[in-house]
């Protein structure tokens, strides 16, 4: 058991990795930039068994975090619908979270997308990272939404889920103790290139534009029952590395800024189109960093479908990432919800499902 100055220096080596202290972004030639013109495309992963209530199947919709669980069959045709729908655009590299739901989603639009090769490997650089991984909810995590209003008050839980800066009670010592593996270490982002065997695991300083988060010129990694494996391993090691024990709608704001600022601005500085695959509360966070209609007030209140893709257009002005879209009325959000029959089809955001929360509960 960690002493009381120990367990004090831990804590204050996670809340600085929270918030990192960033050096100037060193800027890669921007004369052949100017004006180049970059997506970033952003997809909920699709229904998974804590998504939905399903009386006869068993199922009841929970508070997920970063418990690692499956998609449902409707899930996974969300994911070949937005995969569909996306087949004009040319993606040259995604990011996806360490989580089942959200690696199963990505691939399974990857093969609609005719992103994957024949034997099945990525086309593009694919970056699975940490940083994607969805809010943690502490003790709220496994309980669904009545056994948590028994236990707690609706006036806290409300607090928790919705406030800016409230995180919900800690994961108990015990339960944190078995998904660590350990007190604390450095988390992980993997790089897959495309077309290669080739891997790469780098260390996460959170302090600056580094190889963490950068575009690969070559094109990673065979998608097959080996890569489950590895994943496995991954995961483990990035439990034993920066999972918080709980984490308010800050926290997660704070966890994405480096991909944001390391990663997905300098790529859509260059013109790429890039696609992520994560989660409700972490697509907010990431659109926190660029939509003018975001922001600690109103984060919460955006929807956030399943397996729907929101298109963000950006250019680069002079050297600045400059938000180009039009604002979407229904939203007012500065990016564009792509729609088709499909999408509509598998969509379990119905009305009954808005009001029971249920894909709320991420």
Same mark, same amino acid.
């Given at each position: ?297 109103? *984060? $919460? +209140?955006?929807?956030?479908? /399943? ?6 257009? #950006?250019?680069?002005?002079? %050297? !600045? ?11 007012? *959000? $500065? +990016?564009?919800?792509?729609? /088709? ?6 969509? #379990?955001?119905?009305?009954? %499902? !808005? ?8």
């Amino acid at each position: 058991m960690l002493s009381s100055s120990a367990s004090k220096r831990a804590s204050k080596t996670f809340l600085r990795t929270l918030q990192p202290s960033f050096k100037k972004m060193p800027r890669r030639s921007l004369s052949n930039n100017e004006g180049k013109k970059g997506k970033l495309i952003l997809v909920r992963h699709g229904q998974s068994i804590w998504n939905v209530n399903d009386r006869d199947l068993g199922l009841v919709s929970r508070f997920t975090g970063w418990t690692d669980i499956e998609l449902t069959s409707r899930g996974r045709s969300q994911a070949l619908a937005a995969g569909a729908s996306l087949t004009s655009e040319k993606i040259t590299v995604a990011y996806v979270s360490l989580l089942k739901r959200a690696l199963s989603t990505l691939e399974i639009m990857a093969s609609k997308m005719n992103l994957l090769s024949s034997s099945q490997r990525y086309k593009i650089p694919v970056t699975e990272t940490w940083r994607l991984n969805e809010r943690h909810y502490g003790s709220l995590c496994g309980m669904s939404k009545l056994e948590a209003e028994d236990i707690f008050s609706v006036e806290d839980l409300s607090r928790w889920r919705n406030g800016w800066d409230t995180a919900p009670p800690k994961m108990d010592a015990v339960t944190l103790g078995r998904w660590r593996k350990a007190t604390h270490c450095k988390p992980y982002t993997h790089h897959i290139k495309a077309h290669s065997s080739h891997r790469t695991t780098t260390s996460d300083s959170s302090s600056t534009y580094s190889p963490e988060f950068h575009s690969f010129s070559e094109p990673g990694l065979l998608r097959s029952k080996e890569i489950s494996k590895i994943n496995t391993g991954n995961w483990q090691r990035a439990m034993k590395a920066e999972m918080p024990a709980s984490e308010s709608l800050k926290d997660t704001v704070e966890r994405v800024r480096p991909l944001w600022e390391g990663g997905l601005k300098c790529q859509l500085l260059e013109g790429e189109n890039v696609l992520v695959v994560a989660h409700a509360n972490i697509i907010r966070s990431l659109l926190y960093h660029f939509d003018p209609h975001v922001n600690s007030e109103t *984060l $919460k +209140a955006v929807k956030i479908p /399943s397996a729907q893709p929101l298109i963000c257009r #950006f250019e680069n002005v002079g %050297g !600045e990432l400059i938000n180009v879209g039009e604002v979407c009325g229904r939203t007012k *959000l $500065k +990016a564009e919800w792509v729609e /088709s029959e499909e999408i509509e089809k598998y969509s #379990f955001c119905t009305l009954v %499902g !808005e009001s029971a929360l249920e894909h709320e509960i991420a």
